[in-house]
C-alpha cells in the first residue's frame, strides 16, 4: 500500500476524515512544503550538498578558464586548443581536469607542478604547436 500523507480517521458520521500522519523519524506531522515523510532536517541537509556542488562546479569551471587564459598567453594557442591541451593531458594521465588546471596555474605562479603532469603538458603544448595528432590515452 503506498504511503499517503494523510491517514483515514472515523467520524461519528461514518464519513472518513483525514489527519496528518506524523514522521516515524521525528513523531510529527511533516510541515506544508515538505516532501513525503523527510523531515526537513534531511532535506536541508540534502539542500545543502546541493549547494557546496554547484560551489565547487563553478570554482573548477574559473580554475580551468584561468588554466586556459594563462596557456594561450604563455603559448600562443587557440583557446580550442588550449582545451584540448588540458583535456588531453587529463585523459592520458587519468586525473581530474580541474587538477591539471591547478598545475597550470600553480607553474604560472611559480610554484612547483608535479614532474609528470608537467612533463606531459610541455609534450602536448608541443604537439598541438607543431600540428601533430595526440597520443590516445593510455
Known sequence: MP????????????????????????GTAPKKGEGRGTPGLLRRKRQGQVGE??????????????????LIAAHG???????????????????????????VLAGALGQPVPRPVGRELEAVVQRRISGEKPEEPR
Request: with cysteine.
Open 77 to 103: 594557442i587557440s583557446p580550442a586548443a588550449a582545451v584540448e591541451v588540458l583535456r588531453d593531458v587529463s585523459e592520458h594521465m587519468n586525473i581530474k581536469l580541474s587538477s591539471v588546471a591547478e598545475s
Open 53 to 70: 556542488g554547484i560551489t565547487q562546479a563553478v570554482d573548477s569551471h574559473a580554475t580551468v578558464n584561468r588554466a586556459i587564459g594563462v
Open 3 to 26: 504511503w499517503s500523507a494523510r491517514s483515514p480517521t472515523p467520524t461519528a458520521a461514518g464519513s472518513r476524515k483525514t489527519t496528518p500522519r506524523s514522521c516515524a523519524w521525528t
